[in-house]
DNA sequence: CTTGACCTTCCCATGATGGGAAACCTTATA
DNA sequence: TATAAGGTTTCCCATCATGGGAAGGTCAAG
């Protein structure tokens, strides 16, 4: 198959299937004497390997890493698990992070008349935070 | 002031500084007669101001438009309000996709022995779903 | 006057993706 | 068979916010 089947049946836009090549991610493909490429079922197996990766907010060096996990059938399965934990840590990490910035916006907003006049907490707040405090 | 002290004082990278000044995110301040850029004090407070802003989540483009308000004293609070709540549900929109990727990864994690086995869930899972599902 | 710590501009890199151009291939249809 | 439509190729550029670093100018202290 070519390249726009490969791309539809994986959920990997044609572009992204390229620049994966490009970076080592997956193997290139053989080509056709028009320099098609040409991809088998088992191909399109792993680039929903990659889409799902990404999905789960794994990085491409990540999912690297993931797939060369996959490949290795005699790999225990702890240390999947534990790249796993880790990641997870990590989205945890920047959802409470994002939460934090949330609830200090939303606080400051429950101060804001939000009405015709001009004074807002919200914007005196900013002029006010002193750098070290702005860590936020 | 020199830009190494209003970074400092900022805390604002001198490189940032002049990016903004770059993207009219700033107005470019006096030079001296060897082209050094000079600040005030005022300056810093924009630039402690466009920290703030950052460190909340706002894009680049997000402060232009806050520091405008902020510049702007017959603006009503309404307008920063809106905008600031729009920014709260895009980051709570957010956080709740990074949560949602740790729970489906924390889920298949559960099933996985993590021990010397070979066998893994978790790459099964990344193995086996199907394009449509991938969106998690 | 030298040294070191600043400052200047300019270019490059990141990560993951998309847009688009120019040229080429394939297939269907008139 | 000629042509049009649509898929493919490579290549370059853009995004967003930031940092790194080079080459050269400046300033203050010793």
Redesign the pocket.
Known sequence: M????A?TRSGV????I??YESIGLITPPA???????VYAADDVHTLRFVRRS?DLGF???ETRELLALWRDKSRASADVKNLAMAHVRELEEKAAELKAMADTLRHLATHCHGDHRPDCPILADFAATTPTQGKA
């Open positions: 070519n390249i726009g089947e791309a836009s044609a572009k992204m390229r620049y080509r056709t004497a028009a320099q098609y490429r990404r990085s491409l060096e």
